[in-house]
């Protein structure tokens, strides 16, 4: 089923509205789960919606937050984001960086108490916007088990990067840290196929090829799979996330990061509150002029897009370019969405007194 | 054969002296590659020195450079190495990077014109001992074929994150975005053993377990293998530390970063001058209290070292835990190099007009 942009951000914005959240608020949490939708990656955008209600309804989402900075200098901050969206919280944070950047040429902000924020790409693109290098990455409940570990300790922590370009559209390096994301684990699941090996591993931490491993106790697995092609890289991409979302914003950490379900409680005596964040922004004319950055950028983008290739019809791919592609198509005929998040939706729309998203 | 500390310290200075460098600069060069020695890192120290001098004979490095700042903000700067050592033009990049951040919370400075600046560690544990955050990187020559690619276009472009703890010692994320290390390659080559299907394509872009495939046109591959396994966050990582540390410079960046060795000539009009390093450093009390931060890395560390592992005697490894290990074990006891290095040592000892290292 497609539905189209507008009717589709309406019907979310609607949906934040009755949960309380004020007008910006609800029209800004709107945009980060559409720009999801529309980039292509189904599995952070309105499939998530009904997930923040859960949240809400357990008192987990604070729907009018006092979002503060609660510490600074002139180029840092720690930003307390009072238990809201990470929807909303996100993007006030990487204003506080970008308005630091203008100023001093950088800015950095850990942020604590927050929840889930959706897309990484979607912050470090507000720094882009303004000719600035963006940052984001975010810690997330633990999934993942770390190299030798036997249980999670870990989420799967994206980062991101994003670098203006000139003629050609912004770099776009947009990543989990483990080998697979949660969302291709659930698609093998639903369809009871197998998944490669090097992705999870089970309860006794053998490596295996059931979906099904990580809900019987398994955990994924970082970035390289296994200690011989480097997964205790992807573990120190994972920690650095970790430390710089959470441990220095004094949020959760590690195992202690709350569950963005709500059928699972919080961790008992956590050192920290909520979920943490780490944005920044950095001036490209800090380093030499913006111009000159993005034309060399474009010789970059051109040189590794004529690569010579292994399969004829297989181009080395940008990074953001497919998303940018399905941005594209999808603004023009609208975004499809799968039966089960359509009824998903429609069910939401009866709790909280709504019109349907279809009939 | 085990040397001491001092006695390699003072044999390596004395050669980046008779190379012509001040007295300063060749103490520094020689602190830079003996930390990658006592660290057991053995591919990054004085194993390299013959390559170094190789290049200042081509005079592809030079031993006087005037380094200096051509462009700033109060916390963003671009450094022409004047191509120089990168193993004093780092450290004085870092220093400005900590400069900025005492005063404005970050310092960030992007460095071209540079040669190769050995481990990335000791750059950004210069940050952990003001009680600050250290962030290092550098581009390299092209190695690593991008997910797709029949072709080499980025280095092993290491990626260093380093974060001050408490009663433990600093967190260190020091590692190449490729699945493998060349070194780890060598050593096969060296013993004529297999590697690991992941680590390298031929020339064809084949998968192969043939270690001497690299040198007969093949490539390394990014961190993550295949894209199955996430080979395209390797990608995306390797071109992160590219563009932050080649493209924002004005360095060499891709496929036109300057070979190490010297047997192999600079790329022909390259889009920018040798090779490219990004420093940071934030001042961890820019975001909370040091001894807060601190005693929750304490907590972290603690959590993760005391995690279940699938084997009993395999504990989880915390990054920068072995290296310290191998340091305080080589200071007391020496530092091991392999008969081929001593050779080399010695070799390049009489070539320059000094003692040998060993008789």
């Not at 720690?78 to 800015?107: E, H, N, R």
Request: proline letters at 7%; charged letters at 20%; a negative charge.
């Amino acid at each position: 089923m497609l539905i189209s942009e507008p009717q589709l951000r309406l019907f979310t914005q609607n949906i934040f509205l009755a949960m309380g959240c004020s007008e910006v608020h609800a029209s800004l949490a709107a945009d980060v789960l559409l720009k999801s939708d529309l980039r292509g990656i189904d599995s952070h955008g309105v499939a998530r919606l009904s997930g923040y209600i859960r949240l809400w309804e357990k008192q987990r989402i604070n729907p009018t937050p006092n979002i503060r900075i609660i510490h600074e200098t002139a180029t840092t901050a720690t930003i307390d984001g009072d238990a809201g969206l990470g929807l909303v919280i996100a993007p006030f944070a990487m204003q506080v960086a970008i308005d630091k950047a203008k100023v001093y040429g950088s800015g950095w902000v850990s942020v604590r108490n927050s929840n889930h924020f959706g897309i990484a790409g979607y912050h470090a693109l507000m720094a882009v916007e303004q000719d600035m290098i963006g940052f984001a990455m975010t810690n997330a409940s633990p999934l993942v088990a770390p190299t030798f570990s036997g249980e999670r300790l870990l989420g799967t922590n994206p980062m991101c990067y994003a670098f203006p370009a000139g003629k050609y559209p912004p770099v776009i390096v947009d990543m989990a840290t483990s080998a697979a994301a949660n969302g291709k684990l659930e698609i093998a699941q639903r369809s009871g196929k197998q998944v490669p090996e090097g992705w999870i591993q089970d309860q006794q931490g053998n490596p295996t090829t059931d979906p099904h491993a990580l809900k019987a106790g398994g955990a994924l697995l970082p970035l390289g799979s296994d200690r011989e092609h480097g997964s205790h890289k992807g573990f120190g991409l994972s920690a650095t996330v970790d430390i710089l979302s959470g441990v220095l914003s004094g949020a959760g950490f590690g195992p202690w990061v709350p569950p963005f379900v709500s059928f699972l409680e919080s961790p008992v005596n956590p050192p920290g509150q909520g979920i943490g964040h780490f944005l920044g922004a950095m001036r490209v004319d800090g380093f030499r002029p913006a111009d000159a950055f993005k034309s060399d950028m474009d010789i970059w983008i051109e040189r590794f897009k004529s690569a010579s290739t292994i399969d004829p019809n297989q181009k080395v791919i940008i990074p953001g370019e497919p998303e940018l592609e399905a941005e594209l198509d999808r603004m023009q005929n609208g975004i499809p969405l799968v039966d089960a998040v359509a009824k998903d939706l429609n069910e939401l729309a009866v709790k909280m007194g709504l019109k349907p998203l279809t009939e």
